[in-house]
């Protein structure tokens, strides 16, 4: 084998090994975007839940307080009860859609983070290109340069 034929190998090889690294990269940088975006849609899904429990309990609280407002001969009907009741709801919703504003805001962080992972992975795919196509250029000015040198023997 000539020094010819182990140049054009050892150019193809490196710039193949430069393609690989790219593309393996960029599988990475996608695979590692579509679990950020699942874990922002559970981060959400689990806001909803959240939220759905924090009414209920509002609700619940509610209750209570009725019962034990009516078991002490209070009229719940009207005064004092209803604006006890007005708050808890008022509060428990207000906690609710903070709970849900705070899942949203994790998803859509959790897709901002996708979105740069898919870029860099497109960036990694892109340079093992570059660098393939770098690598072929200097072995042939590398083997330019040889066959000048053996020339002038």
């Not at 000539?2 to 090889?13: H, K, Q």
């Not at 898919?118 to 083997?143: H, K």
Request: proline residues 1%; charged residues 20%.
């Amino acid at each position: 084998m000539g020094i010819e034929t182990l140049m054009v190998v050892s150019a193809l090889t490196a710039a193949g090994g430069a393609i690989y690294s790219g593309v393996k990269q960029s599988q990475a940088a996608d695979a590692n975007a579509e679990m950020s975006r699942r874990a922002g849609n559970q981060e959400a899904d689990a806001a909803v839940a959240q939220a759905e429990k924090i009414r209920k309990a509002g609700a619940a609280a509610a209750s209570r307080a009725n019962a034990a407002m009516a078991a002490s001969g209070v009229s719940i009907g009207e005064g004092t009860p209803v604006r006890i009741n007005e708050e808890i709801y008022k509060d428990s919703e207000s906690d609710a859609y903070s709970t849900l504003l705070t899942g949203t805001r994790r998803r859509q962080s959790a897709y901002d983070q996708s979105t740069v992972m898919e870029s860099e992975g497109r960036s990694a795919r892109t340079a093992g290109y570059i660098n393939a196509g770098a690598t072929v250029l200097s072995a042939g000015a590398n083997y330019g340069m040889w066959k000048t040198s053996q020339k002038k023997r």
